[in-house]
């Protein structure tokens, strides 16, 4: 039986931002060099396996760090929504191997193994937190360059915190498939059925696989995804309505968004469609305010690091990061500047 239009368009919308662990891949940091041990956990500080925040919150964390190197720049992974901190994975491990990068990842509020998992903390907290740990990760590696790297969600998280509280130790931003897709941009019958599920049945559960949308081209991604316990399948309507409100409000942070970035998306993106990314491209700041870089892959899916041709982005990335993030070319000549990338994307 099919089911109803304005359901199928809200699961379309609990998909947005969503994203696929590794478990099978994922490498935890009792596997890599050890961090330094604290006796006590500090608040806020670092113990051996959480973030402690000054609320006394424990975010859990991973870290990829490169072999018998030290690392030449640091990367501050923030995964999607129903996500954690293994969402980055695969890109990790080849910014460790490839370029001697670092990269640290914790599970943000209310997702993967925190204390309140499946609850919304609010964006004010999930914004507090990425500030927070990009500040202990600065403290940590004072003469190392900082980049946050943000999936969907996390790269509206990203945007919202560079525009807005404008960090001073953080060097750049890469934005994968960034979730800027707020009401406005949403035609009226997903604003309707959005505001009908909040009001209604708040606690409504909606599941991503009852649509049939392709987050990536990847069928070994897609079967991890199933069998990863941490991986939320679901969201409450009243999230959903949170983090469209999120998404609105990164999508506006775009006009200020003033350090550099490297922005990526691809084509056959099913979660995040075109439409805010078109509007994200019209408000970004013209250069030399803006310094970002934007690349558009024809076979990409909105799992872009673990797509079937994702050495093209991880290359990409690297390149970007690694070897001069405002003038290095990428390898994979899809760059775009905005005229070329509206010209592709918006009709």
Known sequence: MQRPTAIKTLLFCSLCC???????DQRHSDQLPAVEDLAEQQSPGWSATHIVTADDYGLPYRYWYPQ?????????GLHGLNDYSAGLSTLAEYLAENHNVATYSYDQRGFGATADRGSWAGQEKLLSDAELVSELLAERYPDKPLFIVGHSMGGGIAIRLAAERQPEHV???VLIAPAVWGRDEMP?????GLWLATHLIPQLELRGDWVGVEPTDNPQ?????HNDPLIQRSVKAETLEKVTELMGKALEATKELRLPALILYGERDEV???EPICAMLK??????????RFALYPDGYHMLTRDL?????LQDIGAWISHGHRDADLPSEHEKDRQEALQALCR
């Open 68 to 76: 018998d190197h030290e690392p030449e720049a640091i990367v501050l």
């Open 272 to 274: 995040v469609p075109a």
């Open 18 to 24: 969503a994203s696929l662990a590794s478990a099978a």
């Open 171 to 173: 060097d750049g931003l």
């Open 283 to 292: 408000r970004l700041p013209e250069p030399p305010a803006g310094e970002w």
């Open 309 to 313: 041709q994702r050495q093209l982005v």
């Open 188 to 192: 009226w019958y997903q604003r309707s």
């Open 221 to 225: 991604e897609l079967e991890k995804w």
